[in-house]
């Protein structure tokens, strides 16, 4: 697969112009972070960029698509749903059996069948590709495509121009498709500005990769930010991220609730624990450049878990 430019991204963002939204970067923390608010997106993450380029590129280039199916632990799964139904698309999207309620809820909710497989990516994947093949359906990767990283290289193309004196920019790392697109965006339009990735401590497939000098696999294990449960990076996103991100870190599970927890009473915004991980990052003291940027990912949030973030409330 070939890597994405910033033509590329510039591109992505004229054809998802009626599919996402430019959102803020706000100040928090008295203004010493600054909140990229991707949970503020039409599915509620960053996702729907990288879908939407995908989805619109690939209609453009075939006249018409029978049918789409994706593997998701959730907000991707959204994303493909929801764009597939702006374009009269049918959609077919597979889910971990573990998946937040709220997820699976919007997912059906765009018009999407969902299907219910296994724990792991693995499981979820193999079963799409199986199902693409059964049905004939075109397959929506996640991550690890070039009109995937591209549609999610708008978010650095916004923050290039909303805040081009950051520091650095510090961004949950998944399958790397956000990351990427983020990096290699920053790379060529801000060079100085440092981009760091955040991984959960349970999961830490890209360092643990860097580490190695190539693509590893890290046992599963399983953390509260369901977005970021791979096992090691994508490909492309690896050929990506070496190129052009600084530094990866990992945070654990308290580290990102205690960030949720303080998004929800400080910031009055509902995030959800993948989306959480880069102020997890920044509050902990791993990230101390300024001024610093956090790419909140995604804010669909399960009610469950929120409920148990302040037990003590009545």
């Not at 991550?143 to 004196?165: K, M, R």
Request: hydrophobic fraction near 45%.
């Amino acid at each position: 697969m070939t890597q994405p430019s910033v033509a590329d991204v510039r591109a992505a963002a004229q054809r998802i112009a009626p599919d996402v939204r430019r959102v803020p970067l706000h100040p928090w923390d008295d203004g010493r972070i600054f909140l990229k608010l991707e949970n503020l997106q039409p599915t509620g993450s960053f996702k729907v960029r990288g879908a939407a380029n995908h989805l619109r590129a690939v209609v453009a280039a075939s006249g018409r698509v029978r049918g789409v199916i994706t593997a998701s632990s959730g907000n991707h799964g959204q994303a493909v749903a929801y764009v597939a139904q702006r374009l009269g698309i049918p959609a077919v999207v597979v889910v971990p059996e573990t998946v937040n309620p709220l997820k699976a809820a919007r997912i059906v909710g765009f018009g999407a069948e969902l299907i219910r497989c296994g724990t792991t990516m693995r499981d979820r994947a193999v079963l799409a590709n199986s199902l693409a093949q059964e049905r004939g359906l075109h397959f929506v990767p996640s991550f690890d495509d070039p009109f995937v990283i591209a549609g999610q290289g708008t978010c650095g193309l916004e923050l290039a121009d909303q805040a081009p004196s950051l520091a650095a920019v510090v961004v949950p790392a998944g399958g790397g498709g956000l990351i990427s697109g983020v990096a290699l965006t920053l790379k060529a339009l801000r060079p100085k500005m440092k981009v760091i990735g955040v991984e959960p401590s349970a999961l830490p497939r890209f360092a643990a990769s860097r580490a190695a000098g190539s693509r590893v696999e890290v046992p599963f294990r399983d953390t509260i930010a369901d977005g970021l449960r791979g096992q090691t990076p994508g490909a492309l996103t690896w050929d990506v991220t070496s190129q052009t991100v600084d530094e990866f870190v990992a945070v654990d599970d308290a580290a990102t609730l205690d960030a949720v927890r303080r998004l929800f009473l400080d910031g009055h915004l509902v995030v959800e624990p993948s989306g959480a991980v880069a102020v997890a990052a920044v509050l902990s003291g791993l990230v101390r450049d300024r001024p610093v940027a956090a790419v909140i990912s995604g804010g669909n949030l399960d009610p469950a878990l929120l409920s148990t973030l302040f037990p003590d409330a009545s």
